[in-house]
Nanobody, 119 residues
């Protein structure tokens, strides 16, 4: 059974940093694209950052470029999101997601971790 579990969220002040982790289990994910999404109350879930299976290709939504870094450790089946220079507008529930091997649709989701940035 595939499972994604996020951790590392919390309450921080504007300008602080946080690192989110997503531990994957149930199979190897080295051939799956993985990503971070975020959701605020009353709004949809939006893409934040994505990474290829081998970790060589990444992409980000414009609002986090230069502040957030996505990475992965395939040996440990862990996905990371390093978030620096946090802003109040980064406040959201953050979800990690994964595709089936060599696919493009995110079918596996974690339960989410809350990030709250006070201004």
């Amino acid at each position: 059974q595939v499972q994604l579990v996020e951790s590392g969220g919390g309450l921080v002040q504007a300008g602080d940093s946080l690192r989110l982790s997503c531990t994957a289990s149930g199979r190897t994910f080295s051939t799956s694209r993985m990503a971070w999404f975020r959701q605020t109350p009353g709004k949809g879930r939006w893409f934040v950052a994505g990474i290829s299976g081998d970790g060589q290709s990444t992409n980000y939504v414009d609002s986090v470029k230069g502040r957030f870094t996505i990475s992965r450790d395939n040996a440990k089946n862990i996905l990371y999101l390093q978030m620096n220079s946090l802003k109040a507008e980064d406040t959201a529930v953050y979800y990690c997601a994964a595709t089936q091997p060599y696919r493009a649709v995110y079918e596996y989701w974690g339960q989410g971790t809350q990030v709250t940035v006070s201004s």
